[in-house]
């Protein structure tokens, strides 16, 4: 059976691998999720808060005799919650690399141009095969239009891209007032491929404390069915390497993903949920489903279920829109 795909670029054995998550700060939890057939390792984000964080942190250490920095750094997150502070992230691309056959694909998520492109350098000459630049950002300024936001990101990736040799991914939010054209834009300015979609993890309100209560909620199959239909409107009408993120819990979520155009599939929350070898049980069962179905190879099934093939994309959008409306019966 032939899974072969190509991801931003790289010439992979299929298209199963983690996602960012702190799964890929454990050498040993790296050491099995290669074992378990993983076809590279996606590592999670560095934050450039934890940077920013850091050289606010050195410079009070100097400065132990003023506190102009202190109201600052109350507003960061401490750098003890970050299990990898940046030099060891760095680091840990090196030891990965050097642990692991198949690429190694760093993540960051900055804040501002330099934070960027300084760490993405650094990132490059650590060894690091491909890098997912990670745009975790609401647009809650009610004064910045979304050409505005849109415009500093194109900023970010063309600065990236422009700076390191190794191939730039960008992962984004579903929120985007028009995300085809944006990701049209995305790869105009260099990206070599697109990753969707961030999830943003809510927080709940404690009443009584009157305070926010972060959550932690692993995904589910459901949230597979928004990226395939991003995927489905993207594949074949923008030139660049697909991923899905999120909502990824079977062979079956696989097959939908790869049908809707997608290079690539990272899973996180059923890794987390099952352990590092469950990747194996689910390339096992792709495997299966294949040979079931007379499939000789991934590529003969991939984009099959896109808007390319469609002849008026807008009025299939439409129908199915009304069809989804008009299926709901009462169970009363």
Same mark, same amino acid.
């Given at each position: ?7 931003? @670029? ?49 410079? /009070? /250490?100097?400065? /132990? ?54 760490? /993405? ?22 004064? $910045?239009?979304?050409?505005?936001? $849109? ?41 070599? @491929? ?52 999120? @909502? ?68 299939? $959008? ?15």
């Amino acid at each position: 059976m032939d899974l072969r795909t190509k991801y931003l @670029g790289l010439e992979l054995a299929h298209p199963l691998m983690p996602g960012g998550s702190p799964m890929a700060d454990d050498l040993d939890t790296v050491r099995r999720l290669e074992d378990a057939g993983a076809a590279a390792i996606v590592m999670h984000s560095l934050f450039e808060e934890q940077l920013t964080g850091e050289q606010l942190a050195t410079h /009070a /250490a100097l400065e /132990a005799s003023t506190e102009s920095y202190g109201e600052s750094l109350s507003f960061l997150p401490s750098i003890s919650d970050f299990r990898l502070g940046p030099e060891e992230y760095l680091e840990q691309i090196r030891k990965i690399k050097q642990l692991v056959k198949v690429p190694v694909i760093a993540s960051l998520n900055g804040a501002t141009l330099g934070g960027w492109l300084g760490y /993405a350098k650094m990132m490059a000459e650590a060894g690091a095969d491909a890098l997912e630049l990670n745009v975790y950002q609401l647009a809650t300024d009610p004064e $910045e239009s979304a050409q505005a936001l $849109e415009q500093r990101t194109l900023a970010v990736v063309r600065a990236v891209t422009e700076a390191v040799s190794i191939p730039v991914a960008v992962k984004l939010s579903p929120f985007y007032t028009s995300t085809a054209n944006f990701a049209r834009q995305l790869v105009a300015a260099g990206a070599a @491929g697109l990753v969707l979609f961030n999830r943003f993890y809510q927080s709940d309100i404690d009443i009584e404390e009157l305070d926010v209560k972060p959550q932690l909620r692993l995904s589910d199959s459901s949230e597979l069915l928004l990226r395939l239909r991003w995927i489905a409107i993207l594949s074949g009408r923008v030139n660049a390497s697909f991923a899905v993120t999120g @909502g990824v819990h079977s062979a079956v979520d696989v097959v939908k993903a790869v049908m809707s155009g997608a290079h690539g599939v990272q899973l996180v929350s059923a890794l987390l949920r099952h352990g590092p070898y469950y990747l194996k049980f689910i390339l096992d069962d792709l495997n299966r489903w294949l040979e079931e179905h007379e499939i000789g190879s991934l590529d003969e099934i991939r984009g099959n279920m896109s808007l390319e093939r469609c002849p008026d994309p807008r009025q299939l $959008e439409r129908t199915n829109y009304m069809r989804v409306l008009a299926s709901w019966r009462p169970a009363w």
